[in-house]
């Protein structure tokens, strides 16, 4: 981010690119909570329960939201870039 023209200092989100960097940041750490917990908590219970069937709607809906997270932040990358 030093390096962009966009770039006006730390917490200054005055313009669309620093709104679109500071939602983009902040998806990926929503997406960085989303995998800690299908690590911690989806998987290990897949790996111990025989009804895998009760565990395997969570881990649809955390790969869903993950998938949904990236689209969000490449989308979110390009439109920074293009301003």
């Given amino acids: 981010m030093l390096a962009d023209s966009n770039y006006r200092g730390f917490g200054n989100f ?10 983009k940041h902040a998806i990926v750490f929503v997406m960085i909570g989303i995998g800690a917990y299908l690590d911690r908590v989806v998987v290990p219970r897949l790996a111990e329960t025989l009804a895998a069937e009760q565990v395997t709607g969570g881990l649809k809906r955390a790969v869903t939201a993950m998938m ?14 293009a301003l």
């Fill in 14 to 23: 005055s313009d669309t690119w620093s709104m679109a960097m500071l939602i």
């Fill in 68 to 81: 949904i997270s990236g689209v969000i932040v490449l989308l979110l990358t390009a439109t920074a870039q």
